[in-house]
């Protein structure tokens, strides 16, 4: 389970299709041990890419709390939560190399629990996938797929991967406000982004089903 939300307001707890750049630069200072009040302007300069290997299932949460305690007659106050489940990403960041290893580190020995957007969703220990010697995209683009082999008849062959990653100077993107420009609890500042759809990814994919073949399922189911 994950939610990555850029756009939660008051009793809506949404959540993105893919994970923010907030949200791993989050992820990331929290394994540095950084407070919240403490600045993450750095971390926020690193060029942030990610690859959907598997974009999961949308699921929504009705939540309600009453203060039982001091008011038992009061109502009850509904929230409404948005997580993925099953979905599988590969994110990467790119910067120093010294600043690389020391995230690496961190990642892999944690100061603080680490979760996926939210603290209803901790990480697993098989965070880290390694340094590589190339930009954020061309890591993306030569990661191996991530779905496990149980799961790869759900998917069709090929299978295409979205990667999205930060605009470069000059380059027209969809705006994203999830930039980091401070995570106080008092006073949290995010700042836009530009954001571009790469060329996706095509992996080769035996288990799944041909495009031709789905496409005739349809038109029989259709019939």
């Known amino acids: 389970m994950q939610s990555w939300g850029t756009q939660s307001r008051y009793r ?8 923010s750049k907030s949200g791993v630069i989050g992820l990331i200072a929290a394994a540095l041990g950084r407070a919240r009040t403490e600045p993450v302007d750095d971390l926020a ?23 039982w305690a001091t008011d038992p007659n009061g109502a009850a106050s509904l929230s409404t939560r948005y997580y993925l489940s099953d979905a599988v990403f ?12 020391n995230i690496e580190s961190a ?15 901790p990480a697993g220990y098989d965070l880290v996938l390694g ?35 930060d605009a470069k100077s000059g380059e027209q993107g969809d705006l994203v406000q999830d930039v980091p420009v401070s995570f106080n609890q008092e006073h949290r500042q995010y700042a836009v982004r530009a954001v571009v759809s790469a060329e996706p990814k095509t992996v080769e994919n035996p288990k799944g089903k041909r495009h031709s073949d789905v496409n005739f399922m349809r038109t029989v189911t259709e019939a």
């Open 12 to 19: 809506r707890r949404d959540s993105g299709h893919e994970p």
């Open 131 to 165: 340094i590589r010697e190339e930009s954020a995209e061309e890591a993306l683009r030569n990661e191996e797929w991530h779905v496990p082999e149980h799961r790869r008849a759900e998917f069709p062959d090929p299978v295409q991967l979205r990667i999205l990653r």
């Open 90 to 101: 590969v994110a990467a960041v790119e910067g120093d190399q010294e600043v690389l290893k």
């Open 45 to 67: 300069r690193l060029n942030f890419a990610v690859r959907v290997d598997a974009p999961g299932t949308l699921l929504r949460d009705y939540q309600t709390a009453k203060d």
């Open 107 to 121: 990642l892999k020995k944690p100061v603080y629990p680490l979760y996926l957007g939210r603290r209803s969703c």
